[in-house]
């Protein structure tokens, strides 16, 4: 009766084994699941992000080359004002550049 008594307590800590390894596989796949699940909603979250900011990115450059032209003809209008106010201006002075010039070539000094 003994041995039958240590037989059966042999087979119940097997079976409370058994029970714990299959909690514990149990909650490992459940977890699993859950960082996959976590994971695809992640990529989720991140190719929305990405596309919104691909489209956000778009539009801006959509905006920024219509202004371009714009752009491109304001700065070249502006640079050949500036072009033609330094001939004026060079024209206007350079006989007194000549002159300044030729006296301090022709004076000589001891």
């Not at 058994?18 to 979250?45: F, G, N, P, S, Y």
């Not at 929305?48 to 489209?55: G, L, N, P, Y």
């Not at 350079?94 to 070539?105: F, G, I, P, R, W």
């Amino acid at each position: 009766m003994e041995a039958n008594r240590g037989q059966n307590g042999i087979q119940l800590l097997l079976a409370a084994e058994q029970e714990a390894q299959r909690i514990v596989a149990t909650a490992r796949d459940a977890k699993m699941a859950r960082l996959r699940q976590a994971k695809e909603e992640a990529e989720k979250e991140i190719a929305e992000f990405r596309a919104q900011m691909e489209t956000e990115f778009q539009r801006k450059l959509a905006e920024s080359s219509g202004d371009s032209g714009a752009n491109v003809k304001r700065l070249e209008q502006e640079t050949e004002a500036k072009i033609v106010h330094l001939k004026t201006e060079a024209a206007r002075i350079s006989h007194d550049v000549v002159q300044m010039l030729l006296k301090h070539a022709t004076t000589v000094k001891n």
